[in-house]
């Protein structure tokens, strides 16, 4: 029991109580910097009645979305070439993949806005070698420059935990698998695929409740037009002082964070491997 | 009986180490075990034959047909891991499965064939299960039936009961022989487990540093060895070194430094000539020796030798006895205990005592 309680009341200070408060705020009567303790719906009836608020919803689950599908599509043969392939300097390409990250995450949004910008890199190039007439910004201000940015930072937790887990299957199991019949195409199909789903899983918790949440990239490089959830929670809170709507649209989010991350342990069978 | 899995002069490097060197041998329908110790070059042979590694030089060749270069999954040969290697994320009875499902067999048939393995080695109310839910000895039996269920010709263990504690091991191997019989499938185990290999196999090559040494039935290798490494590591022996001094006939007479000197013979099996003033390994069976306080009146034809009872351990059917040599080295030997009242019950530690065997018992092996 007391070696336990430490780490109860930090979790209990700084995780539950706040994630109590937050949803029983969401249940207040809440306007511009008012606040008074009620029981209503009004927050969570206000934005699923407002089309801009769903619309905004609907852009954020296609961002986070798309931004998940697309790397898990670019890092899973990254992970595969480290997990399974490289022999050597294996560590120094996942050291080098990590460095970047480092970088504080503001400076690399700006960093992005800069390239995308009219008078950026690409924009330069692209003039330079005749393929735009006179300098444009590329992506920038669009979904597709969020996605891009969200893709370069979120990248090296996909293929972190795909290469640990593709690292960690027995090269015996394999084997075993040719042994039996099995050859190229079917035994990443039948083995080294579904061992390597809990690399999968743990890129998804890492990335996705973090990338549902984002602000600041749909901010810098979003333009108004591509706002996502977190702008707007953002915004109750610090511009608009209504912290009760704030709540809500956090709980709102939460929840769909808890019920995505569980069908996606449905759907891939992860029970079994846990 | 015909010639079912046949290697030839199987050579396979690894960097500078030379792990399998010029390794032949043929197998009928059979137990057949590799015994060696670690590093020896059994397991890299087993693997050249499943396919799992290619050899740098060799053949090898199933029923006839050369497979040398087919790849696994080719080859009508399956095999048992050391490590069970089941897959983790599948039941148990997808993992008997495997091996059908590759060859597109109705599901009927599939489930059939897997129930009636499973009953087999009576694992029939694990199906459901996933690996990680069972015990090492039902993961061994599972690795086992997967193999089997696809009918190979020829079917590979690699020390497979090696990561189990002695009762289950025990009952393993005998389960083995038995479902041997049922499947009619040859079997080629690899160990390092000299006793192991005795009960269970047919023929026992033994491996050393990449070479076979002998291959033979059991009783072959315990009672004719053909060099001082095979007689050393199958069963217990002492081991004498010395020089041939005299020949007559079948006999070798050979003088044991500081010690006595001793007639042997050199086992059929064994081919390297020995000659007068060769240096050689003596080797003589713990249990071929008759100990006793008092010399023996009739000893024509017997090896004598004297030494100190060091250390008497009663083991409840044999005492077993460590003499001390005059020359300082060891000779272990034992006595069943049928009765009490014989005189060897007497003996004692610091006891003086003299030891007596048969000169065809004593083995003159090439170093």
């Known amino acids: ?274 | 009986m015909s010639e079912i899995l046949a290697v030839k002069n199987l050579v396979k490097s690894f960097g500078d180490l030379t792990a399998v060197n010029n390794v032949s041998f043929s197998i009928e329908d059979e137990f057949f075990a590799l015994l060696g110790p670690s590093g020896s070059g059994k397991t890299t042979t087993l693997r050249m034959a499943a396919g799992l590694e290619l050899p740098d030089l060799g053949t090898i060749s199933l029923e006839g047909t050369d497979i040398t270069g087919d790849p696994p999954e080719k080859r009508n040969i399956n095999t048992v891991f050391q490590n069970y290697a089941l897959f983790p994320h599948m039941t148990v009875f997808e993992n008997v499965a495997f091996g059908l499902r590759r060859k597109k067999i109705d599901n009927r048939t599939i489930r059939s064939e897997v129930v009636k393995f499973l009953e087999m080695v009576k694992l029939t109310d694990k199906a459901d299960r996933l690996p990680k839910q069972l015990s090492g000895g039902e993961k061994q039996r599972i690795a086992l039936i997967r193999a089997l269920i696809n009918k190979p010709k020829v079917l590979l263990l690699d020390e497979p009961l090696g990561a189990l504690d002695l009762k289950i091991r025990q009952k393993l191997a005998i389960d083995l022989v038995n479902i041997r019989e049922q499947v009619n499938i040859t079997f080629v185990y690899v160990t390092h487990d000299q006793s192991e290999a005795l009960v269970m196999a047919d023929r026992i090559a033994v491996m050393d540093k990449g070479k076979i040494l002998q291959i033979g039935e059991p009783k072959e290798l315990y009672e004719n060895p053909n060099c001082g490494f095979v007689s050393h590591f199958i069963g217990n022996t002492n081991i004498l070194k010395g020089k041939v001094i005299e020949k007559n006939g079948e006999l070798y007479k050979v003088d044991i430094p500081g010690l006595t000197e001793l007639w042997g013979v050199q086992p059929a099996t064994s081919r390297e000539k020995i000659s007068v003033g060769s240096t050689i390994n003596v080797s003589i069976r713990p249990e071929k020796v008759f100990v006793s306080k008092k010399k023996r009146e009739e000893t024509s034809g017997n090896n004598i030798l004297s030494g100190t009872v060091e250390e008497v351990i009663y083991v409840g059917p044999s005492t077993e006895f460590l003499i001390r040599l005059k020359d300082g080295n060891e000779f272990r030997t034992f006595i069943q205990n049928i009765s009490p009242e014989n005189e060897v019950w007497d003996i004692k530690w610091e006891d003086k005592v003299f030891l007596h065997w048969r000169f065809d018992k004593t083995l003159v092996l090439p170093e």
């Open chain 1, 1 to 274: 029991m007391l070696n336990v309680m430490p780490s109860f009341v930090y979790l209990l200070l700084l995780f539950y109580i706040p994630m109590v408060l937050l949803l029983v705020i969401s249940f207040w009567n809440s306007g511009f910097m008012s606040l008074e303790p009620a029981f209503t719906f009004d927050n969570y009836r206000k934005f699923f009645q407002n089309p801009n608020y769903l619309k905004i919803l609907w852009n954020t689950l296609i961002v986070t979305s798309g931004s998940m599908a697309l790397l898990f599509v670019i890092g899973y043969p990254i992970g595969y070439y480290l997990g399974r392939m490289v022999k050597r300097y294996g560590s120094l390409i996942l050291f080098l993949m990590i460095i970047p990250v480092e970088i504080g995450f503001l400076v690399r949004i700006y960093a992005w806005k800069i390239i995308l910008s009219k008078t950026g890199i690409i924009s330069s190039f692209l003039v330079h070698i005749g393929l735009l007439k006179e300098p444009a910004r590329i992506f920038l201000y669009s979904r597709t420059a969020i996605i891009l940015v969200l893709i370069h930072e979120w990248l090296p937790y996909v293929v972190i935990p795909v290469t640990i887990a593709l690292k960690g299957i027995d090269p015996s199991t394999i084997e075993a698998a040719r042994d039996l019949g099995a050859s190229g195409f079917t035994i990443f199909r039948k083995i080294i695929f579904p061992l390597s789903i809990p690399g999968l899983f743990a890129a998804f918790v890492l990335i996705f409740i973090p990338m549902l949440g984002e602000f600041a990239i749909p901010t810098i490089v979003g333009g108004s037009s591509n706002y996502m959830l977190g702008n707007i929670i953002n915004n109750q809170f610090m511009a608009a002082g209504n912290w009760g709507f704030g709540s809500a649209i956090g709980v709102i989010l939460l929840s769909a964070s808890v019920l995505l991350i569980a069908l996606v342990i449905k759907i891939s069978g992860l029970e079994k491997l846990l």
